[in-house]
C-alpha cells in the first residue's frame, strides 16, 4: 500500500493564479480532508469529504474548493492565489462511521505552498 | 466545542532524561485523544491513541500517554530521551462524530 500520496511536494505561485493540489489514498478509506499547518497554530481543518459525492467545510474553507468523485481521490483547488494561502498542506484519510473519523488518520507527506 | 491546549511551545531536554509534554482538552464527553509527532519536513505520525479502554496507553519509540478524566488531560511521557525524539508533537481530540481538533504542538528539543 502507498498510504496517502500528495503531488506536487512543493509549489510556488503567483497572486492570482489558479492550481490544484493532488491527493489520492489507496486504502479505501471512507473519510478525508484537508488541513493547512501555519508557525504555532497546529492543522486547521480546511474541507472534509465522508464518501465520494459529499463533502463539508472545515475551520477555514474560504479560498479553497474540493470534489469527491470517487473513493480514491480528494484534490484541494485554489481558486485565486493570495500570500495568506502561503502554508503546508496536508491530505488525511481514516476508516469513519456517521459521517466521521472514528479512528486515526493517515497523513500524506504534505505540500509545500508558496504565494508571491 | 472540543478544544485542545498543550501547555509548552517548546521543552528542552537532556538526552537520557525523561520527556513530559502536556495536554490538556476541553470536552462534554468522552473523547478519542492521540498524539501525532512530525519530524522536520515530513509528515504525521501517529504516536498513540486513547478510546476507552486502558486509560495507561503504550506507543511507539517507548512513548506512552495517560488520560485522566478528573484533570482532563493527556500528557506524553517518555523515560528517556533520545536525540532522534527531535521534533514537533501534537495532541489531537475527537468526539464520535465529529472532526479532529489539533493542538497547537510543542516543540521538543534534545541535547546531546
Known amino acids: 500500500n502507498a498510504g496517502v500520496t500528495q503531488t506536487p511536494k512543493f509549489q510556488v505561485l503567483k497572486t492570482g493564479q489558479s492550481m490544484t493540489l493532488q491527493c489520492a489514498q489507496d486504502m479505501n478509506h471512507e473519510y478525508m480532508s484537508w488541513y493547512r499547518q501555519d508557525p504555532g497554530m497546529g492543522l486547521r481543518l480546511i474541507h472534509y469529504?465522508?464518501?465520494?459525492?459529499?463533502?463539508d467545510q472545515g475551520e477555514v474553507p474560504n479560498g479553497y474548493n474540493v470534489s469527491r468523485s470517487t473513493t480514491e481521490d480528494f484534490p484541494l483547488r485554489l481558486l485565486s492565489a493570495a500570500p495568506s494561502q502561503t502554508s503546508v498542506y496536508f491530505c488525511?484519510?481514516?476508516?469513519?462511521?456517521?459521517?466521521?473519523?472514528?479512528?486515526?488518520?493517515?497523513f500524506g507527506p504534505g505540500t509545500r505552498l508558496t504565494v508571491l | 466545542a472540543q478544544s485542545v491546549t498543550q501547555l509548552d511551545s517548546h521543552v528542552s531536554v537532556s538526552e537520557g532524561t525523561p520527556v513530559l509534554l502536556r495536554c490538556n482538552y476541553s470536552s462534554s464527553y468522552s473523547p478519542s485523544l492521540f498524539w501525532y509527532v512530525q519530524h522536520p519536513n515530513k509528515g504525521l505520525q501517529l504516536l498513540l491513541k486513547?478510546?476507552?479502554?486502558?486509560?495507561l496507553v503504550k506507543g511507539i519509540n517507548g512513548f506512552e500517554a495517560e488520560f485522566k478524566k478528573s484533570e482532563t488531560s493527556f500528557h506524553l511521557t517518555k523515560p528517556s530521551a533520545h536525540m532522534s525524539d527531535a521534533a514537533e508533537y501534537f495532541c489531537v481530540v475527537s468526539l464520535y462524530g465529529q472532526n479532529f481538533v489539533f493542538g497547537p504542538g510543542t516543540r521538543l528539543s534534545v541535547l546531546p
Open positions: 488525511a484519510s481514516s476508516t469513519g462511521t456517521s459521517g466521521r473519523p472514528y479512528n486515526e488518520q493517515f
Open positions: 469529504s465522508v464518501g465520494a459525492g459529499i463533502t
Open positions: 486513547y478510546t476507552s479502554a486502558a486509560t
